[in-house]
């Protein structure tokens, strides 16, 4: 079965431009979760969605950015504009019926310059 | 936020060797998961325990659910060279209020052949 896949793998930009990383979770998963991987922070969970719609926020940077999930099998985080502090691994993670067993995906690794 | 302390941070250990490293909290913990992460990759659920005192295995790797519910320990016995990665613990304290996982900041195994 495939895993969570994610895209790009690799980002790289200029600080202003506007940034789009996707995931597509595990079929039949009813969780998504995204968070960012940074040297200094560790994992620090983003947003999560539970059957599509967005249940906790609250770990959002800022306005800035934004996640949607639109269907069952496709999620998107948007960073606009971005700064060279959004450097980072972003990862998605999806589960099923909870949020307990977590499987992530490969991760994008953004830089912004 | 909820924190974890992981330890040790790292480690260089000879191959074949028995492995231990652990996980606390100030909290009352009602779910560890323990993940691995090999670099360029995201993190990959290896034990998930849900009951204090619980010990698991998954191979050569063995976890326990502290029975305070606030620590969980991680074995890796005679080691070998692709057990090399980043060992994080994670965890659902039992105040949370959304399905929210803290993640210790990570184990770093090496492995000397």
């Known amino acids: 079965d495939a895993g969570v896949i994610q895209s790009p793998r690799h980002e790289v930009t200029e600080m202003g431009q506007e940034v789009t990383l996707r995931c597509k979770p595990i079929?039949?998963?009813?969780?998504l979760f995204w968070y960012r991987q940074t040297m200094m922070r560790g994992l620090e969970l983003l947003i999560y969605?539970?059957?599509?719609?967005?249940?906790?926020d609250s770990g959002m940077p800022e306005d800035r950015f934004s996640a949607k999930m639109p269907n069952a099998s496709f999620s998107t985080l948007k960073i606009q504009p971005s700064e060279p502090r959004d450097s980072a691994v972003y990862f998605c993670?999806?589960?099923?019926?909870?949020?307990?067993?977590?499987?992530f995906g490969p991760g994008t690794r953004l830089t912004v310059t | 936020g909820q924190q974890l302390n992981q330890s040790p941070q790292s480690m260089f250990i000879q191959e074949g060797e028995d492995v231990s490293m652990n996980c606390t909290s100030s909290?009352?913990?009602?779910?560890w998961l323990w993940y691995k992460q090999e670099p360029g990759e995201g993190p990959v659920l290896l034990i998930a325990?849900?009951?204090?005192?619980e010990l698991t295995s998954n191979g050569r790797l063995t976890a326990q659910f502290g029975i305070t519910r606030k620590d969980s320990f991680l074995n890796i016995s005679a080691s070998i060279p692709s057990d090399v990665g980043i060992y994080f613990c994670?965890?659902?304290?039992?105040?949370?209020?959304?399905?929210?996982?803290?993640f210790g900041k990570g184990t770093k195994l090496s492995v000397i052949p």
């Open positions: 993670a999806s589960s099923l019926m909870g949020p307990y067993e977590q499987y």
């Open positions: 079929s039949g998963h009813d969780y």
């Open positions: 969605f539970n059957n599509n719609v967005p249940i906790d």
């Open positions: 909290s009352i913990f009602n779910t």
């Open positions: 325990l849900y009951k204090a005192g």
């Open positions: 994670a965890g659902r304290y039992s105040g949370a209020g959304s399905y929210q996982l803290t």
